[in-house]
């Protein structure tokens, strides 16, 4: 059973796709109909609008919930967080950092994925940014999973140890790289996104020369197909660039 307060998908055909929070009795309305949620309700289920509309009840994948966040800021896309996740083995248990907490989008991704043995450390150095992202975190229900700091990491540091990944997304990454140095454990890894080369550059010549080996900067579109009977091709438009992903990963001295 979906529990009161847990968010669904409530999905009508392809312009009638709703993101909502599931509360029994609310009613929900839209150009194909009211919707009353029942008492009781479970994913996958269907409910009909006084039109008759059918809507699906589905449950939200992680990609729904980062782009359907309140947010005040750009976000970090699906297509580029899959593959920082992949590259730096962020797993159950990790102990992960993020300096640019945001709107909190990276945030519910990286709670979700470490899960109750694990720790998110976001660091956030403008407070309209740091309360939005913690009001977000707490809708989604994984507060007890991050611990937020108002704080500038580019001038005072982490102030932690023992991580075993760094996230960056801010406009200066390379002011962080000796910072993280610090904070990461031994063969601990780096993972920034940066909209420009120039950023690229200075952020990759830092980590060289910071020791970090394995460093390596990569870019991804994502292009979806139409698929129909009549023929399959491209959609005309497209996620084409977003950022250019940097890792790499800690030596000991």
């Given at each position: ?38 008492e ?32 005040q800021?750009?976000i ?5 967080i ?11 248990g ?9 709107s909190?989008?990276?945030?519910t ?8 043995r ?26 007890n999973?991050?611990?937020?700091y108002?704080?500038d990491?580019a001038?005072e ?24 140095k ?27 020369n910071?020791g970090?080996?394995?460093?390596r ?7 979806e197909l ?9 959609k ?18």
């Amino acid at each position: 059973m979906i529990k009161e307060g847990e968010f669904v998908i409530l999905y009508g055909g392809r312009k009638a796709n709703y993101f909502l929070q599931y509360k029994p009795g609310q009613k929900f309305s839209s150009h194909l109909g009211e919707i009353v949620f029942p008492e009781e309700l479970e994913y996958g289920k269907i409910l009909v609008s006084h039109t008759g509309h059918k809507f699906l009840v589905l449950r939200p994948s992680l990609s729904d919930m980062i782009l359907n966040i309140k947010r005040q800021t750009t976000i970090m896309y699906p297509k580029d967080i899959g593959y920082l996740i992949l590259e730096t083995g962020l797993r159950e248990g990790s102990i992960v950092a993020e300096v640019g907490s945001g709107s909190g989008a990276l945030t519910t991704v990286l709670a979700s994925i470490v899960g109750e043995r694990g720790k998110v450390h976001s660091f956030e150095r403008r407070e309209d940014f740091h309360k939005l992202a913690i009001e977000n975190i707490k809708k989604y229900g994984i507060s007890n999973r991050v611990k937020f700091y108002l704080r500038d990491v580019a001038q005072e540091g982490f102030g932690i140890q023992g991580v075993e990944v760094i996230f960056v997304d801010v406009p200066e990454p390379w002011e962080i790289v000796r910072w993280a140095k610090e904070a990461l454990i031994g063969g601990g890894f780096w993972a920034s996104l940066s909209p420009n080369v120039e950023q690229v550059r200075k952020t990759v010549t830092e980590l060289l020369n910071q020791g970090f080996v394995l460093v390596r900067t990569v870019e991804i579109l994502e292009r979806e197909l139409l698929v129909r009977e009549s023929g399959t091709r491209p959609k005309e438009t497209m996620i084409s660039h977003t950022g250019y992903l940097t890792v790499a990963r800690k030596v000991s001295d």
